[in-house]
């Protein structure tokens, strides 16, 4: 391919990476943590990202174990941008991660047959944990939407 049409295909991959949430600046920091009171070591990572969008403005820092955001990223297909709903499905951004683990397995193991119990049982524990950690550290819906 000629170099004069890879320049204006950059720009528009990078156009749309930023307006869908995946340009600007980003700073991650990696930590890991060891297990060793039972003589074992093992490792947790978890990233806490700080994004710059395009407009300037920094979106909030997250820390949450890796892959959590990617995980979440199927709920915001119904219940809005970041959890946060502009629909009549409620907002699952900043609330606690308790009661999400605790919703979302209940869903997992009830014989319900709708939409949130097919989702669920598609997830492990340890998935759902990690997800519902992500959302907890989003902020919350600014009109009250977590009903």
């Known amino acids: 391919m000629k170099a004069s049409i890879n320049i204006p295909l950059a720009l528009a991959l990078g156009a749309l990476l930023v ?15 060891g297990d060793n009171d039972s003589g074992t070591t093992g490792t947790a ?8 969008t395009a407009s300037g403005s920094i979106a909030p820092a997250i820390t949450a174990p890796d892959g959590s955001r990617l995980l ?9 941008m970041n959890g946060v709903s502009a629909s009549g ?9 308790a009661s999400l683990v605790e919703e979302m397995l209940e869903m ?3 014989t319900k047959v709708d939409i949130m119990h097919y ?11 990690s997800m ?4 907890s550290a989003l902020p919350k819906d600014p009109n009250g939407g977590n009903d």
Do not use: P
């Not at 990572?45 to 710059?52: G, M, P, S, W």
């Not at 499905?89 to 991660?97: F, K, L, P, T, V």
């Not at 519902?132 to 959302?135: E, G, I, N, R």
């Open 45 to 52: 990572n978890t990233t806490t990202t700080t994004t710059t």
């Open 89 to 97: 499905i409620e907002s699952i951004a900043g609330e606690s991660a």
């Open 132 to 135: 519902a950690q992500y959302l």
């Open 108 to 110: 997992k193991y009830s």
């Open 119 to 129: 989702q669920a049982k598609g997830y492990s524990e340890d998935e759902i944990r």
């Open 72 to 80: 979440a990223s199927q709920c915001f297909q119904c219940h809005g």
């Open 19 to 33: 307006a869908c949430g995946g340009g600007g600046s980003t700073t991650t920091g990696t930590t890991s943590s």
